[in-house]
């Protein structure tokens, strides 16, 4: 009777908390929520060592069998996958930010496009936090297509690049009454997402666990900057959705 006694009152301040959060908000921090976990999942599978013949089964995939120095698809797929992997670079994702900037600057949305600059500049940080966190070594199983510096977990050019594009989306979609036209937004910045991660693994510059990592960290800091908006938004903090 006791514990019954306690429970109830704790589980009366949970309805009564679930009643007064939005579903879509619950929804969203749940997501948050499994990114981390996937990230931290992956961290700790990966200092282990145990995603080791995962990686490089996927790894391998990618090339010719007979030649794991050369990559499936040929030279052509080759230029194309060098020319995707530019988009989670620093010049693109620079460009196109401060081409967005601008934009909402145009339409006298100065707190939105202050607020997607923190945002984006926020992403950074933490990307470059997570790099230092972690000194694996990149692939060694295969030539890299692509000149590289830094240490591979996590992916670097797949976490800006979910960072960024999908921020962009947000904030853009903030700015138009169709829902066609938000969903386009989203999708199109999750397809480039997936897309720089897969040339990651395809130019041998970075293991399948990576980029999954990058993926996961990058996708609930968007959808935490998503939230964020919302928060300020109802406070007169930026401007309000279409």
Same mark, same amino acid.
Do not use: C
């Given at each position: 009777?006791?514990?019954? #006694? ?50 490089? #089964?996927?790894?391998? @995939? ?6 794991? @120095? #050369? ?16 988009? %989670? ?33 926020? %992403? ?24 590289? !510096? ?16 999908? #921020? ?6 903030? %700015? ?24 990651? !693994?395809?130019?041998?510059?970075? &293991? ?9 960290? %990058?996708?609930? &800091? ?21």
């Amino acid at each position: 009777m006791r514990v019954q #006694t306690a429970v109830m009152p704790a589980l009366r301040l949970l309805r009564a908390l679930a009643a007064r959060v939005e579903t879509v908000t619950l929804l969203a921090f749940l997501a948050i929520a499994g990114g981390l976990w996937a990230f931290i999942g992956l961290s700790e599978e990966m200092l282990e060592g145990d995603l080791h013949a995962f990686d490089r #089964t996927v790894l391998l @995939a990618l090339r010719d069998p007979a030649d794991p @120095a #050369t990559p499936i698809g040929g030279h052509s797929a080759a230029i194309a996958l060098r020319d995707l992997t530019a988009l %989670g670079g620093f010049t693109v994702l620079t460009l196109v930010t401060g081409l967005v900037f601008a934009f909402l600057l145009i339409r006298r949305q100065r707190a939105s496009a202050l607020f997607l600059l923190a945002a984006v500049l926020g %992403g950074q940080a933490l990307s470059n936090l997570a790099k230092l966190g972690f000194d694996r070594p990149r692939p060694d199983l295969v030539p890299h297509g692509v000149e590289v !510096v830094s240490a591979s977990f996590p992916s670097g050019h797949t976490l800006m690049a979910t960072v960024t594009w999908l #921020t962009l989306a947000v904030m853009l979609a903030r %700015g138009e009454e169709s829902h066609r036209l938000r969903a386009f937004y989203i999708a199109a910045a999750a397809l480039i997402s997936v897309l720089v991660g897969v040339s990651r !693994v395809y130019l041998g510059v970075h &293991w399948p666990s990576d980029v999954l990592a990058g993926w996961s960290l %990058g996708s609930a &800091w968007a959808l935490l900057v998503w939230l964020v908006a919302r928060w300020l938004e109802r406070r007169g903090g930026i401007e309000r959705e279409a």
